[in-house]
């Protein structure tokens, strides 16, 4: 059973999210914040948060590019749920890679584990990121090998469509790619809801 919860901005769609997921309340979810650490605007993260204890969730923040092996390892394995936030999805990659955490997520969500992505945290779940280039920064990853990613998903998120200030970005991601990538663009108010094979996207 594999279910995922992929959206723009978290805070935006939590009301379709606590829909989606009813058993909320003291359940465990490990935050992680990586995709921000090399951004400037990072209100999200804390808008993400605020957005999860509401629904009455337990944060327990897991900061993967200074965390030990063990400490990711026990986190994402012994939390209910797993959170990831945007911001540049080349280093949250880089960062998921060099630790392995990459494949710790991937064995966990094929195995029933929630996954919540928001913007670089949604993209990350496709195959591959080169199509995020136009949206974020390769610089800020100068040790990733390669944009294969976590394919936990069969389609490509394109975050923040028709939302400023991401707009022109989105849709030059869509003129580029549609024709080659089986393209999800969502906007802010958007969710992708995962249920197995099941897609479908809610909008408020």
């Known amino acids: 059973m594999k279910k995922l919860f992929l959206a723009s901005s978290f805070k935006d769609v939590a009301n379709i999210f606590a829909e989606f997921e009813k058993n909320l309340n003291g359940k465990t979810v490990t935050f992680i914040p990586t995709a921000s650490v090399v951004e400037k605007v990072v209100f999200y993260v804390d808008a993400g948060k605020k957005a999860l204890e509401k629904l009455g969730l337990i944060i327990d923040e897991l900061e993967i590019s200074t965390a030990t092996t063990d400490e990711i390892s026990a986190k994402l394995k012994g939390n209910d749920f797993i959170y990831v936030t945007g911001g540049n999805t080349f280093f ?113």
Not at 108 to 118: F, Q, T
Not at 129 to 136: A, C, F, P, R, S
Not at 157 to 178: G, L
Request: net charge negative.
């Open 92 to 204: 949250l990659l880089q960062e998921l890679k060099r630790t392995g955490a990459d494949r710790i997520i991937i064995e966990e969500v094929n195995a029933g584990k929630l996954y919540i992505g928001e913007s670089a945290g949604a993209m990350v779940t496709a195959a591959n990121i080169e199509y995020v280039k136009g949206m974020d920064s390769v610089k800020k990853a100068p040790d990733l090998v390669d944009f294969d990613a976590l394919s936990l998903v069969e389609f490509y998120t394109v975050p923040h469509y028709t939302n400023s200030p991401f707009k022109k970005i989105a849709q030059k991601i869509i003129d580029n790619y549609s024709s080659t990538l089986n393209l999800s663009p969502i906007s802010n108010n958007d969710a992708i809801l995962v249920n197995n094979n099941a897609v479908k996207t809610e909008r408020n």
